[in-house]
Every structure is written in C-alpha cells, then in structure tokens.
C-alpha cells in the first residue's frame, strides 16, 4: 500500500469534517485515509473499521490520485433512471403551476402514480410510482399540508374598511371597560400532540367511544388581564348573551362595557342586536376585521388552554374535561397580553 502523509492542519480540517459528515460511506472513507496516515497496515485498518483490505487499498489509491475525489461516491452502475432532467422540470412544473383538472383529471391534487400516467401520456415514458416518489424527494418535494390563507386584500376599499376598524378598537381599549371576545371548543376525543416517549415506542392516547363537545365563549379584559368564560352546547347567539349577562353582573359598577368580537353569525343576530338595544347604551360592540384572527388576543389563550390541556388528555368524560379546563383558566390569570403587529396598519403604535 502506497503511504499517505497528511500535514497538520490538513488531518484538523479532515478529523473535524468527517466528525460532521452524515453520509456513512464517506465518514469510512476519511477514517481509513485518517489511519493510513499514521502508518496502520491495511489489514489493521480493515480489523478496527470492520471493512475488507480491497477497500482500504482502493481509498488509499484514490487518495493518492486526487485527494478531493477521494472522498466522493462513485456513480451508481445500472442503467439511468427513466426521470431525466427535462422530466424533473417537467414534474416541477405540474406541481407549482398546473393542476390535475386543467390536464382533464377528476382530481384535485398530484399524487406519484398520477404523475407517473401524465408522464406517459405526454412523453411516452413508463416510470413507476416510487421512481416518482424518489424523483419528488431528490427534488427537495416533501408530501405536506398545505397552508389555508386568506383572500387577497388588495383592494383600496377593503383596506379603509379595515383600517377604521383596526382604529376603532384601539380607541376602545383606552376606555375602561373593554374587552376582547371568542369563542373555543373542548371535545372528549383529545388533540393529538407531540410528547416525550422512549425510542422504538409510540405511547397510546385512549380516546372515548363517542365523542362529546362543549363550547367556551369567553372575554378578556383588556385593562386588568381579567378572563371571564361561560359554556354552552352549541356556538349560537344564546350562549354569546350567556357571556353578555354574566359581564353586566361582574361588572356592574361600569356605566358602559366595549366588546370587541368578530363577525360570526352569533354576534351580529336579531337576538343579539335587541339584547343591546335593551341595555340602554350600557353594552357596545366593536366588529374586527375579517380574517385577521391575530386582531384578537383571546386567540393567544386559547392557543395556551388547547397546549395545556386538550392536547393529549385523559379526562373520562365532558364534565371532568370542562372542570380541567375552568382550573387552568382560574390559575394562569391575569392574562397579560399584547396586542398584535396587524395594528401597525392604522397609522398607531398599539399600547
């Protein structure tokens, strides 16, 4: 075997880049060169790295030729694949910019094997599916879900709209008495979250026979961080004058409650416009912009109720689920929150 010397710096740079390396054939490649050049004979250097000595003649050999090619993999024997580089832009292609529908399909997204019958059909190529599929990931395509967004608000009049809401609630929440309002809902059937289990081993959630729902509508108090919540059946405009009535007796003292609250059909019903009516000026509502649920703080404790008690629970049943919850909602008060970046919009710094 022909030796190898390496200068200091060099052997650093090469122990610290194969510490890094992830590829298993080129970690093994730079270790053999690493013993190689501390004079290990080649049967020593196949005993420790449980290789053959063909292999370390071979490294060694490459090594000595070209010392950056030495490292890299050979290409695979065998015949090209049947994906070549105008098919792959082809595939990104579909993908990105075209859908299954405007090519005649009754579907709505891509899979492999639809992929693989266009490709037929436009290019006469006959790939399988999982050649599909190892095309897609080579590709840097991962099989995800994709992301619902809004509408676009591009336009001028929608802008103002939301605008003058967006200024509306934060001359709101400099008067006492303001509130924030929204709805969740519990179910039996828990969140399936991430946790901790040991390796090799998937924990197992017990879920009930038949599922059971519970609503929360609930108002943060803007000022103090107070949170006051009722439950309900169903989300309907019963259970948001439920909320309405238990803010008039806590707060009874105020001559005047602010409610800001979005647009569902629970807020703005008959019902809900006499209830107001009748309080003779006493209780005001302030609708947020649409399709902007960051306007809302609420959604922030949701987002922390859900985290630490839907997901994953073991309650036996609704009421020791709701009792769960109320607990949580009780120990995490007052609720100091921010309002959200989306306020920027309206000229005004949020407090």
Not at 149 to 178: I, Q, T, Y
Not at 295 to 305: A, F, G, I, K, T
Request: glycine share 6%.
């Amino acid at each position: 075997m022909q030796s190898i010397t390496i200068a200091p710096s060099e052997r650093k740079d090469l122990i610290r880049e194969m510490k890094r390396e992830r590829r298993p054939s080129r970690r093994l490649r730079m270790h053999i060169v690493l013993l190689a050049s501390d004079g290990r004979s080649p049967t020593e250097i196949a005993r420790v790295l449980f290789c053959s000595r063909t292999t370390v003649y071979a490294v060694v050999a490459r090594f000595v030729g070209d010392k950056r090619a030495a490292f890299l993999d050979r290409r695979r024997r065998g015949p090209g694949s049947l994906v070549d580089e105008s098919a792959n832009e082809r595939i990104g292609r579909l993908l990105e910019e075209e859908s299954p529908v405007e090519h005649g399909w009754l579907r709505s997204r891509w899979s492999c094997k639809l992929l693989a019958v266009e490709l037929f059909k436009e290019r006469a190529l006959l790939p399988s599916r999982e050649t599909i599929r190892r095309a897609l990931h080579r590709m840097g395509f991962r099989w995800r879900r994709p992301r619902p967004v809004p509408p676009e608000k591009d336009s001028e009049d929608r802008r103002e709209r939301m605008r003058a809401r967006l200024d509306d609630v934060l001359a709101m929440v400099e008067k006492a008495g303001s509130f924030f309002q929204d709805e969740t809902r519990l179910e039996t059937n828990p969140k399936v979250g991430f946790c901790w289990m040991r390796k090799g081993s998937q924990r197992r959630l017990r879920t009930p026979g038949t599922n059971r729902k519970v609503w929360i509508s609930g108002a943060l108090n803007f000022g103090t961080g107070g949170f006051h919540w009722v439950t309900g059946d169903r989300k309907n405009d019963e259970l948001f004058v439920k909320l309405l009535d238990r803010l008039r007796r806590v707060y009874s003292s105020h001559k005047e409650l602010h409610l800001a609250a979005d647009n569902d059909s629970s807020h703005t019903s008959k019902r809900v416009e006499k209830y107001v009516e009748d309080s003779g000026g006493r209780i005001h509502l302030h609708p947020l912009p649409p399709w902007t649920p960051e306007s809302n703080p609420v959604e922030l404790v949701w987002w922390s109720l859900h985290e630490a008690v839907s997901r994953n629970h073991e309650c036996s049943d609704l009421d020791a689920l709701v009792q769960f919850a109320e607990g949580y909602l009780e120990e995490s008060q007052p609720f100091v929150l921010r309002l959200g970046g989306v306020y920027e919009q309206s000229g005004r710094s949020p407090p």
